[in-house]
């Protein structure tokens, strides 16, 4: 039986004073331009109307940005990796609310987001969908529960001084935040408390608010100590709990789980291949198979429906993943593990990207 749902946003008084103020995009328009610079979001206050909206997004800034649109702690949407003097032009639906934007810098202040207005919504039956979402869960949990487990030993290595263990452990526990870290990024206040980069923050390296797994990182394979890192090492285990307490109650909606195969196949694209996330320790392809993994259960999961409605499409995706797999296992070691990212040779790299690319895609 097919619905038609409407949902209207009644704006509050902050909400209406932020419309009659908002010397930005008018209400109304479908479409919007911010240019991101060192110091925030240019308009930093948007308002639009509600339902499918066109986003070109400028980084007029000095650092590669991230660009998220987000209802709480929560991320509704958003673009990684723009680099410094290149648009984006984005797509995508916003139901009627305020959200907030993420503008550069994770010290920069954010920007708000207002959609007015109501949105006609013609979902897709969700029938189909109970059992993929069902399945989908308990991965999910199944690795966010090896996560707790693994970084409990990993951080106790670190702040017992246990070099050699704690570096051993650091891509081993990883991988399993790496599978199911679209599901993370659903929290907009942990996914930078764990995962962040250096390059998110004015003082890089330096910035005290670098912390998670990246700041232990450094310490451990760039500095080779452990030293003065036990605290951060206590707020990665603090936050990854907090994850997996989230994540029990968490309902995992179609589109979420979907778009995560192809969040995880551009994070591919965009961090792995070029060697810029785990810099330190050269520990990219377990994170990168993490990824690849992660995606593969998803298209799984969907397989009966994609075989009956489209072939052609999962045809592709399958040659397509089995290029990667071939080329992920010239570069297994004896151990089951990975050798360090600095042996993969230029002529791999490059031909990974032809399918990571037409898998991001489909």
């Known amino acids: 039986m097919k619905c038609k749902l409407t949902k209207t946003l009644l704006f509050s008084s902050v909400a209406l004073a932020f419309l009659s103020t908002a010397a930005a995009v008018a209400a109304g328009q ?38 998220e649109i987000l209802s709480g702690v929560n991320v509704v949407f958003e673009r990684e990796n723009i680099l410094p003097g290149f648009s984006q032009n984005l797509k995508t639906t916003l139901q009627p609310g305020t959200y907030q934007m993420t503008c550069g810098l994770r010290s920069n202040p954010q920007g708000t987001l207002v959609a007015s207005g109501s949105v006609e919504i013609k979902p897709l039956s969700l029938k189909d969908f109970i059992g993929p ?38 891509p081993l526990t990883r991988v399993h935040y790496e599978r199911v870290e679209p599901v993370a990024e659903l929290f907009g206040d942990l996914d930078p408390a764990v995962d962040s980069r250096a390059d998110d923050f004015e003082l890089k390296e330096k910035d005290p608010k670098f912390l998670g797994f990246h700041r232990i990182e450094n310490v451990l394979f760039a500095g080779k100590s452990t030293e003065d890192i ?111 990212y600095s042996e993969v040779s230029d002529v791999d790299r490059a031909a990974m990207k032809g399918p990571i690319t037409a898998l991001a895609e489909d």
């Open 230 to 340: 036990g605290p951060v090492a206590d707020k990665l285990m603090q936050d990854i709990s907090e994850l997996h307490s989230r994540v029990k109650t968490l309902v995992i909606e179609p589109d979420k789980m979907l778009d995560g195969a192809a969040a995880l196949i551009e994070e591919v694209a965009k961090t792995k291949i070029s060697g810029e996330e785990d810099r330190y320790s050269g520990t990219d392809l377990y994170d990168l198979q993490a990824n690849v993994d992660g995606s593969m259960k998803i298209v799984d999961l969907v397989r009966p429906l994609l075989k009956a409605r489209e072939p052609d499409l999962l045809s592709r995706t399958d040659e397509n993943f089995g290029k990667v797999d071939e080329l992920l296992k010239k570069y297994r070691t004896a151990d089951g593990g990975f050798k360090n």
């Open 133 to 170: 979402l069902s399945e989908y869960k308990v991965y999910v949990l199944q690795e966010v529960d090896a996560l707790v487990s693994k970084t409990k030993e990993f951080t106790n290595a670190v702040k017992q001084g246990k070099l050699a263990e704690a570096q051993a452990l650091y």
């Open 30 to 67: 479908k479409n919007f331009e911010v240019a991101i610079t060192d110091k925030g979001c240019e308009p930093a206050a948007i308002a639009i109307s509600a339902g499918e909206i066109a986003i070109k997004i400028n980084n007029n800034s000095s650092k590669a940005v991230e660009w």
